[in-house]
C-alpha cells in the first residue's frame, strides 16, 4: 500500500498559484471598466443628478489613476513605478477602500467590485508572503 501512495504523490502536480498575478489582472481589467463606466455614469443620472456625477468623476479617475500602474508601460515599467504594487500589504487595503463608493452607481458596479476583488487578492498575496519584484526586476521586465 505505501507503494501506491508514493507512486500517488509522485504524479500529483504542483500547482503553484500568484495571487499577485491575478490580482494585477483583476485591478487592469477593474481600472478599465471603472474608466468606461464613469464614463457612462456622466449621463446616466436620472435622479439625484449631482451624486451621480460625482461618482462618475470619481470612477473614471481612479480608473485613470490606476491603469498606469497595473498595465505595463513602458514609461512606468523603465523607471519602475511598478513597484509600488508590489506593497502588497498597502495596495490591498487600498483598493478595497477605494471601490466601495464605486458600487454605488449602476454603470459602475462591476468595474467596482473587480477592483474589490482585486483588493481581496493582493491582501491575499500579502498573507501568503509572496516574492515582491525588486525595482531592478520590473526594470529589466522579469514576472518572477
Known amino acids: 500500500?505505501?507503494?501506491?501512495?508514493?507512486?500517488i504523490k509522485m504524479f500529483r502536480p504542483r500547482i503553484v498559484l500568484q495571487f499577485n498575478h491575478w490580482a494585477r489582472t483583476l485591478a487592469m481589467a477593474g481600472s478599465e471598466l471603472l474608466m468606461l463606466g464613469g464614463f457612462i455614469s456622466l449621463w446616466y443620472a436620472f435622479a439625484y443628478f449631482?451624486?451621480?456625477?460625482?461618482?462618475?468623476?470619481?470612477?473614471?479617475?481612479?480608473?485613470l489613476a490606476i491603469f498606469p500602474f497595473v498595465f505595463p508601460?513602458?514609461?512606468?515599467?523603465?523607471?519602475?513605478?511598478?513597484?509600488?504594487?508590489?506593497?502588497?500589504?498597502?495596495?490591498?487595503?487600498a483598493l478595497i477602500l477605494l471601490s466601495i463608493p464605486t458600487v454605488?452607481?449602476?454603470?459602475?458596479i462591476i468595474g467596482g467590485t473587480t477592483l474589490f476583488a482585486s483588493g481581496v487578492l493582493y491582501l491575499a498575496a500579502a498573507l501568503r508572503?509572496?516574492?515582491?519584484?525588486?525595482?531592478d526586476q520590473i526594470i529589466k521586465g522579469s514576472l518572477i
Do not use: A, D, H, N
Open 1 to 7: 500500500m505505501t507503494k501506491v501512495t508514493e507512486k
Open 50 to 63: 449631482w451624486l451621480y456625477f460625482f461618482l462618475g468623476i470619481y470612477s473614471f479617475l481612479l480608473g
Open 73 to 93: 508601460l513602458e514609461i512606468m515599467r523603465k523607471k519602475g513605478f511598478l513597484v509600488y504594487f508590489q506593497q502588497f500589504r498597502i495596495v490591498g487595503p
Open 104 to 108: 454605488f452607481s449602476l454603470p459602475c
Open 129 to 135: 508572503k509572496e516574492k515582491q519584484l525588486t525595482k
